[in-house]
């Protein structure tokens, strides 16, 4: 059973970078040519997707948050990872890892998801 | 503001049908598939339905999807207290190059 589990810092400056990492477990990133997706709910509010990435490498970001997003993947590891910089207290949220389908638009499963909260 | 749109909240009582619609334009669900996910009280999002209509392994069959033109609507049948949660639709938008969600919905089973 696919399994997804996020990691990192619960607490970024503003203007600093946040960085989170995604373990897979319960089989391949490289398999059944899936994407892998980041998504974040702030408190209370609705679901945006961040962006996602191919085993390939290949990826797509969300538009409005395009000029500060990085998803990258390490193979040798099967987990992925997100940053997201300069950021502000509009970034707070619950941030998810999920695997998706690319364009078919459909994530599933997604990881417990974490807490990022930008604060000084 | 959402993409999608979706009504804010719905109810029924146990037992009974309820539906949530979701409506979009012809860069998303016009020419998209939709997916509709669940999320319980201090969860994580759990996918329903995929490719409008498709439900993964374990989905019970009270949860069916359907999508008309620009539309899309999630119906749930036979209503249980444990289905109460926040609902969403989600679609691919070929404009924005992005997975797109409505607002959300909750659900209250009265």
């Known amino acids: 059973q696919l399994q997804l589990q996020e990691s990192g810092s619960g607490l970024v400056k503003p203007s600093q970078t946040l960085s989170l990492t995604c373990a897979v477990s319960?089989?391949?990133?490289?398999?059944?040519?899936?994407?892998w997706s980041w998504i974040r709910q702030p408190p209370g509010k609705g679901l945006e997707w961040i962006g996602y990435?191919?085993?390939?490498?290949?990826?797509s970001y969300n538009p409005s948050l395009k000029s500060r997003v990085t998803i990258s993947v390490d193979r040798s590891k099967n987990q992925f990872s997100l940053k997201l910089s300069s950021v502000t207290a509009a970034d707070t949220a619950v941030y998810y890892c999920?695997?998706?389908?690319?364009?078919?638009?459909?994530?599933?499963?997604w990881g417990q998801g974490t807490l990022v909260t930008v604060s000084s | 503001q959402s993409v999608l749109t979706q009504p804010p909240s719905v109810s029924a009582a146990p037992g009974q049908k309820v539906t949530i619609s979701c409506s979009g334009s012809?860069?998303?669900?016009?020419?998209?598939?939709v997916s509709w996910y669940q999320q319980l009280p201090g969860t994580a999002p759990k996918l329903l339905i995929y490719e409008n209509y498709k439900r993964p392994s374990g989905i019970p069959d009270r949860f069916s999807g359907s999508k008309s033109d620009t539309s899309a609507t999630l119906v749930i049948t036979g209503l249980q207290t444990g289905d109460e949660a926040d609902y969403f639709c989600?679609?691919?938008?070929?404009?924005?190059?992005?997975?797109?969600f409505g607002g959300g919905t909750k659900l209250t089973v009265l």
């Open positions: 012809s860069s998303n669900i016009g020419n998209n598939y």
């Open positions: 999920a695997r998706s389908s690319g364009s078919y638009g459909w994530i599933g499963p």
């Open positions: 989600g679609s691919w938008d070929s404009s924005l190059s992005a997975v797109v």
């Open positions: 319960g089989d391949s990133m490289n398999t059944g040519g899936y994407s």
């Open positions: 990435m191919y085993h390939s490498g290949s990826t």
